[in-house]
């Protein structure tokens, strides 16, 4: 291949990368590409090449969405969390992030990491374009918040259809959403993980039954459906009082005195960061599904402190930390051995 054959392949790429192709679409073109590309790393083709594929990528970061969620005031700063999220350029158009390791010579260490490779090879061809201010905020927002961008986006359908994905589950049947969901969890049988798809389903149609209540009378977001689910809470929305609430939903159908439940190790995290923050509320709505997932019921627990979630009825505390779990347990008044002093 010489320079002229190289630019016609670079630019019919960077074409099927504006029509949104996929790099399966372009396997076999991107290896001619790369192999010219270190074949021949001075080459003065290779650099404008690199610069344009740079150039559209950096276009993605100046998207007014992007640039508005910025200015979101730190006293919003969970909102702002979201809304930057929301509107990061590989959020937004994934199939970007997959061309420059790719194509371009990068350092072992930062392969796999999309943002920390666009920001090393944005630093080695366009120094200048590195040192944009919103650019580096943004950076600076995702090696903050590592787990939410790592985190997977899960499945998520109709209240309807959720009900129906459990009873088929229930009883036997391997809907094509059940196979789906073992490839998923790297299962070789589907049936190895029908107990957490059906749990799943339960964790679900509690969550938009929460969602639904909220929306009654906030405008919120259904951060872990339309979002990802790393951010350590389920739903968003701002209370009556101006306070950012964030909502982490729990489903049972086993409701009972000895309730017991389980934070992850982030969710955890979350609520006891938020307890520094007197702008925030971290709750916990404990949802209660009857045997046909309908009818709910909800307990929402208000967190107090690092060991303890209240409401006007009940009283939960850190029992203990299991695999990275952190176990909220019910109290309950008669099991309690009172000072007979």
């Not at 929306?215 to 306070?243: C, H, M, P, Q, W």
């Not at 303890?308 to 051995?337: H, Q």
Request: hydrophobic share 35%.
């Amino acid at each position: 291949m010489d320079d002229t054959k190289f630019i016609e392949l670079g630019n019919y790429l960077l074409n099927s990368i504006r029509q949104g192709k996929t790099i399966i679409d372009l396997a076999n073109l991107i290896k001619e590409l790369r192999l010219y590309i270190n074949n021949n790393p001075n080459s003065v083709v290779v650099k404008f090449f690199a610069e344009t594929l740079l150039r559209i990528n950096l276009s993605l970061f100046k998207d007014a969405y992007l640039l508005k969620a910025l200015e979101i005031p730190d006293c919003f700063a969970y909102f702002r969390q979201a809304k930057i999220y929301e509107n990061l350029p590989y959020t937004k158009h994934p199939n970007y992030a997959q061309f420059l390791p790719e194509l371009l010579e990068i350092p072992s260490q930062i392969y796999g990491n999309n943002y920390a490779t666009f920001m090393y090879l944005l630093k080695k061809y366009l120094p200048k374009e590195a040192e944009d201010s919103s650019l580096n905020a943004i950076y600076n927002f995702i090696d903050s918040n590592s787990i939410l961008l790592h985190s997977p986006k899960d499945e998520y359908y109709d209240i309807g259809k959720e009900k129906e994905l459990y009873t088929r589950a229930q009883y036997g049947q391997t809907p094509a959403e059940l196979k789906d969901f073992a490839f998923y969890m790297q299962a070789m049988d589907p049936d190895t993980v029908r107990l957490p798809f059906m749990n799943k389903r339960i964790g679900n149609i509690g969550e938009a039954y929460t969602f639904d209540l909220i929306s009654e009378a906030y405008n919120g977001l259904f951060v872990s459906r339309d979002l990802g689910n790393g951010f350590g809470y389920d739903l968003y929305y701002v209370d009556e009082d101006n306070i950012e609430t964030l909502v982490e939903v729990k489903t049972t159908t086993s409701f009972s005195e000895d309730d017991n439940f389980a934070l992850s190790e982030n969710e955890y995290q979350t609520m006891v960061n938020t307890l520094e923050n007197p702008n925030v509320r971290y709750v916990v709505t404990r949802v209660v599904l009857d045997r046909t997932l309908t009818k709910p019921s909800f307990i929402v627990l208000n967190a107090e402190d690092k060991n303890t979630l209240m409401d006007k009825d009940n009283k939960y505390f850190l029992k203990a930390n299991e695999n990275g779990k952190y176990v909220f347990a019910r109290f309950n008044p008669s099991r309690v051995i009172k000072d007979q002093s």
